[in-house]
């Protein structure tokens, strides 16, 4: 196209002559970099996910307002752009320039780069060459040589006489992450990057992120992965194995091994930054604790056996017990940990092989009240918008979730759209960092969720804050709604939960008032008895607001592990099949047969907490649990034992030695996310592309393959395991993954529904709900029955999370540095009951329950209300399930984790 044509389309400035279209708010480094022709302008202090900063002037650019006018020497990371505009990228004078900065620089850096961990990669070495510095004419200073490198965090490591003192680290810390740990101390040639109060790394508050060693252009910050080196013969990009978030990574493997982690720029998730798990806490997978041979349990001890002995006796006892008991005697229990396609294959297996329902996942013990009340809302138990769009929110909702710890890249972007500006609701029993930023925080008793969102409701009928279009044209139910949640009295509920009335109703009028807001919720939403009728009554303050099926807005459950929400979309759980058919309809069993050649089972499948009690009674004789520690994370644990205890047949597939294979008749020897190819569906229905980056190890299988194997011993015929063909299978099983292939979803994957031409979808009920209409529901808020049975007796409630630095069970994550951050579970006590029971902090503590109890060392906290107590359950060596109830939400048992009725007292050291 020439000048003249471009000219009369768009507006235009000129790069090194060449005519090139503008666009609004940007820079004309950005401008470069838009075009791909960046490379012409190097930089030092820029970083594309950070706000211009105009420190190092190395990316200075000549510009003249006209083709034939004078020029002006411009930071051109800053400079906006302009039509009209002519930029020089070379001219002798900005070479002269930029190479009098660097060699500037470098009078005051060690010029050992031969043996710098970032030879080869790194941007003050690669710019230094780009502008011909051969050698240094300067003085050097001794100021920063001389500072001792700082070691002492398990991940970060300082040599402050590398550092240019271009404050990207500092930035990416302030911008990216949100902590401020890092800031630049003093002036001139004593200016350097401190942390905290000039603290050690390792004794600050950072949270080991890893955005300030990714960022910085030196070796000045780094990490003990050495992840900028050069050394990898390959780069395999794959998704996170931890939280619902799907970060992207690029693994780093020299000779089939994992070097480092980083993460991609482009990643339309994460952007280029990810958190301590996704990034450092990787050494599990070669970990000497994996599991490498099939066991098989021999007079109460584990004996190896080969994988044909092992299938030999899965299969023999197997098909004894179907013969004897029927199918239904089998029972099988997938995991969020595993691949959509090895989820999808594990319910056929239940279903079509083994001939039963009896199928569920760990979604069962967190999200299952999220995807039943959407359901019965919208027609759809899933996220209905994308992260993304917190970009265009003016109001965020977080209830019964810190994203921060749980979820870490989104709770960074929460946190940074609160710091901008935005308006932030917490609705909490515990003050979370989002809690401390937040224009409201509703700081209320754990199990009265329906109570302040009933008051929340009336409040903003009350106020006349309706979207009645919306209502009239989109819902129903509304009118049956309105008559109830008006004959309410608001100030009974907000005593009931604790709260301010005032504040509720400040909360209320923020939200509604708002042009986009957007809710988010965790596990402190559907981990409650009434766990389902909360999910419900978050959609009744979205459609009762018109917040839904835009940008901007929605329903966004946080989901809890990194696949919880693609096991439940393949089918894991007893009464749907891949895809949500109810098992219960003909048309959908019909479907099914048609689909994997076999008849459908019939009778109602068992959830999880019920397989426990059928196991304690004797109906189910047999159970295959794929990478879930059910001993160790469903709540009971007594219970959970003695009915794991209790089966003919136990088959644990897994990749350590956890406590439920301890219990197992069989333990089959698995594989890792870095070992293997298939697709997770994060929290938003992105489905991404998992890439193994090593082989499994020697004796492991992949766990698919593991499944497969045994489908065909016993009589079923199913193709070896391969990534790209399950998926076919998938998406001509799964209705909403009809146009997902291997090769269309890409680096970012796409959202489901992914339709037939490969199309996926950002936003869910954009014109209608999957239902037809949005349909209201009125529920009453009701004590647990844990509260009213054991309150008395003990009179503390007890909730309940999981911490930043470890994952659920931690069998992954304690054999990693993070051990060395955080090695056991901590009881958080308000200061009345500390005072009360003469409990400091450091004590060992006795928590108690009906059931059980255990010994947790205490901090005494004002983070949480007097008559609660809070602790994590990732340490086997305490079991905090020893002391959770099997109390359940009413309408999926999701266990209520969230409220538990426990009492404490200090632990008192018996002396000799």
Not at 179 to 204: A, C, H, P, Q
Not at 602 to 623: V, W
Request: one cysteine or more; charged letters at 20%; aromatic letters at 8%.
């Amino acid at each position: 196209m020439s000048e003249q044509s471009l000219d009369l389309a768009q507006k235009l400035a000129w790069l090194d002559g060449q005519a090139l279209s503008i666009q609004d708010d940007e820079t004309i480094l950005a401008f470069a970099r838009r075009h791909k022709l960046s490379n012409r302008i190097p930089t030092l202090c820029d970083d594309p996910r950070l706000m211009p900063f105009g420190a190092c002037r190395v990316c200075s650019v000549d510009v003249a307002l006209t083709a034939d006018g004078g020029t002006k020497t411009m930071a051109s990371c800053h400079t906006p752009i302009s039509e009209g505009m002519h930029i020089y990228t070379s001219t002798p004078k900005v070479q002269k320039l930029r190479r009098n900065i660097i060699e500037l620089v470098l009078t005051d850096h060690p010029l050992d780069c031969l043996t710098c961990e970032v030879n080869g990669n790194c941007q003050l070495q690669d710019v230094a060459a780009s502008v011909g510095i051969r050698d240094v004419r300067y003085w050097q200073p001794k100021t920063h040589l001389d500072r001792e490198k700082d070691s002492s965090h398990p991940y970060m490591r300082m040599d402050l006489s590398k550092c240019i003192n271009c404050s990207r680290c500092v930035r990416a810390c302030d911008e990216i992450q949100g902590e401020f740990v890092l800031s630049m101390s003093s002036r001139g040639f004593d200016s350097k990057i401190i942390t905290d109060d000039n603290m050690l790394f390792g004794d600050s508050s950072c949270v080991s992120c890893g955005a300030c060693a990714d960022t910085c252009p030196t070796a000045a910050i780094s990490d003990v992965f050495q992840s900028k080196s050069k050394e990898a013969d390959k780069v395999v990009r794959t998704i996170c194995s931890y939280c619902g978030v799907g970060c992207n990574l690029d693994v780093s493997v020299k000779d089939n091994r994992v070097l480092s982690i980083r993460a991609p720029l482009d990643a339309e998730v994460n952007q280029g930054h990810t958190c301590l798990m996704g990034r450092y806490a990787f050494r599990f997978y070669n970990h000497p604790d994996r599991l490498t041979t099939p066991l098989i349990k021999k007079d109460g001890e584990f004996e190896s056996v080969s994988w044909d002995e092992a299938y030999k006796f899965i299969v023999t006892k197997l098909q004894k017990i179907k013969a004897e008991n029927g199918g239904d005697a089998i029972a099988g229990i997938s995991s969020s940990r595993c691949t959509n396609e090895e989820n999808f294959l594990m319910q056929k297996f239940i279903r079509a092989v083994c001939g039963t329902n009896n199928i569920d996942c760990c979604a069962r013990v967190c999200h299952s009240p999220t995807a039943f009340g959407m359901q019965q809302s919208f027609g759809t138990g899933a996220a209905t918008n994308s992260i993304a769009d917190l970009a265009y929110t003016d109001v965020i909702l977080v209830t019964g979730a810190n994203p921060t710890a749980a979820h870490p890249v989104t709770g960074a972007k929460i946190k940074q759209r609160a710091m901008s500006g935005k308006i932030l609701i917490v609705i909490d029993p515990v003050v979370t960092e989002l809690a401390r930023l937040a224009n409201y925080h509703l700081q209320l008793k754990p199990g009265t969720n329906v109570a302040v969102f009933n008051a929340i409701l009336y409040y903003i009928v009350k106020n006349d804050l309706l979207d009645k279009p919306f209502i009239d044209s989109r819902c129903e139910g509304y009118e049956e709604f309105l008559e109830k949640i008006l004959k309410l009295d608001p100030l009974v509920l907000c005593e009931i939960a604790g709260l301010d009335p005032e504040l509720v109703e400040s909360a209320a009028i923020a939200y509604a008032s708002a042009n986009n807001a957007m809710s988010f919720h965790g596990l402190g939403v559907t981990e409650h008895s009434q766990g389902s009728k909360t999910v419900m009554l978050i959609a009744n303050l979205a459609m009762l607001t018109g917040n839904i099926g835009r940008p901007g807005v929605g329903v966004n459950p946080l989901r809890g592990q990194n696949n919880v929400q693609g096991a439940a979309d393949m089918g894991c759980q007893p009464h749907q099949g891949a895809g949500y058919l109810p098992m219960s309809e003909p048309e959908n069993m019909q479907y099914y047969e048609d689909k994997y050649g076999v008849k459908s089972p019939i009778t109602t499948g068992l959830k999880i907490p019920e397989m426990f009690d059928a196991a304690l009674n004797g109906d189910l004789k047999a159970m295959w649990i794929m990478g879930e520690d059910v001993a160790q994370t469903d709540p009971n644990t007594k219970h959970v034992v003695k009915a794991l205890s209790n089966l003919d047949l136990l088959v644990v597939q897994e990749i350590f030695f956890s406590e439920t294979a301890k219990l197992a008749d069989v333990i089959l020897p698995g594989t890792s996310f870095l070992e293997k190819s298939g697709t997770f569906t994060n929290g938003e229905r992105r489905v991404q592309r998992v890439q193994a980056a090593v082989p499994p190890l020697v004796g492991t299988k992949l766990d698919g393959q593991i499944i497969i194997d045994v489908m065909n011993r016993m009589g079923y015929p199913q193709a070896d395991f391969d990534a790209v063909e399950m998926l076919k299978e998938v998406a001509d099983v799964v209705p909403f993954f009809i146009g997902a292939t291997w090769d269309n979803l890409g680096d970012n994957g796409k959202q489901w529904p992914i339709l037939a031409g490969g199309e996926d979808t950002k936003i869910l009920h954009d014109e209608s709900f999957k239902r037809g209409k949005g349909k209201f529901h009125y529920f009453d808020w009701a004590e647990t029955t844990e509260l009213e049975e054991n309150g008395s007796q003990f009179p503390l409630i007890l909730t309940t999370s999981r911490i930043l630095q470890h994952y659920n069970c931690s069998t992954m994550t304690r054999r990693t540095f993070n051990e060395r951050i955080v090695s056991e579970d901590i009881l958080l006590i308000n200061p009345r009951e500390a005072n009360l029971k003469g409990i400091i902090d450091g004590d060992r503590t006795r928590l108690f329950s009906s059931r059980g109890e255990v010994f947790l060392k205490a901090k005494i906290s004002e983070n949480i209300k007097p008559g609660i107590v809070f602790t994590t359950f990732h340490f086997p060596e305490q079991m905090v399930n020893n002391v959770t109830s099997h109390v359940t939400d009413e309408e999926t048992l999701c266990p209520e984790y969230k409220v538990v009725a426990v009492n404490i007292e200090k632990q008192e050291i018996a002396h000799a």
